[in-house]
């Protein structure tokens, strides 16, 4: 079965540079979510869509933004990056909201030199 | 806010031997509560779930029961394998939201 692809798998920048994380859902999930997760950390919340719309919005940065488009695939764009910034980023998909199981994809480990 | 807590690793058993993972959680409403594993390397994946209380979620051998009373969602297996060695996120979503909040999660070492 498909699952959700993220892209890339992994990507390496400097400080103060912007990245650009891209989410492909499972076909006919209309909701995404976007998880940070540090170090030997639990995921952490960023923020999410549903049929294209900001659903909810969790501890991202002003740095950052996001959106989900025509096609529900999902893009989080980075600017100003910090050494902090350097975690696994996850993307989620489910079939609309209200506690649907969310699949993961692989995610994609950003580090920042 | 809601707040999941887990038992700290890591949890190191003999292959065959019974597991248990305690995850305890704080919320306001009627949550839903889940398990979720991460192999190293990869994704998280739903391992089990449930949405009401006295739920058993059940997977791969893997059980889970909602109890509400002592708001609780304890993983459990009678008998672990060397491929489940991975670390384990016992998460919840409040009823009406899909946010997940996630635990510290619990790394599990299993050795032949």
């Known amino acids: 079965a498909a699952g959700v692809i993220q892209s890339p798998r992994h990507l390496i920048k400097e400080k103060r540079e912007t990245a650009t994380l891209k989410c492909y859902p499972i076909?006919?999930?209309?909701?995404v979510y976007w998880y940070q997760q540090g170090p030997g950390q639990d995921p952490q919340f960023l923020i999410s869509f549903y049929e294209k719309m900001q659903s909810d919005k969790g501890s991202i940065p002003d740095r950052f933004s996001a959106q989900q488009f025509s096609d529900y695939h999902s893009e989080l764009n980075m600017s100003s990056l910090e050494l902090g910034d350097s975690a696994l980023y996850f993307c989620?998909?489910?079939?609309?909201?209200?506690?649907?199981?969310?699949?993961f994809g692989d995610g994609t480990r950003l580090s920042i030199l | 806010g809601d707040s999941v807590t887990q038992m700290e690793g890591p949890v190191t058993l003999s292959e065959e031997a019974f597991l248990t993972i305690n995850c305890t959680y704080t919320?306001?409403?009627?949550?839903?509560l889940f398990w979720y594993v991460q192999y190293p390397g990869e994704g998280l994946q739903l391992l089990l779930k449930?949405?009401?209380?006295?739920d058993k979620g059940s997977n791969k051998g893997f059980e889970a029961t909602y109890r509400k009373e002592t708001t609780s969602f304890h993983l459990e297996k009678g008998s672990v394998q060397v491929s489940d060695s991975a670390v384990y996120f016992c998460a919840l979503s409040e009823a009406g939201y899909s946010t997940l909040t996630f635990g510290k999660g619990t790394m599990l070492l299993v050795s032949p």
């Open positions: 919320a306001t409403g009627y949550p839903s």
């Open positions: 989620a998909s489910s079939l609309g909201s209200g506690n649907q199981p969310q699949h």
């Open positions: 449930a949405t009401k209380a006295d």
């Open positions: 076909p006919r999930h209309d909701t």
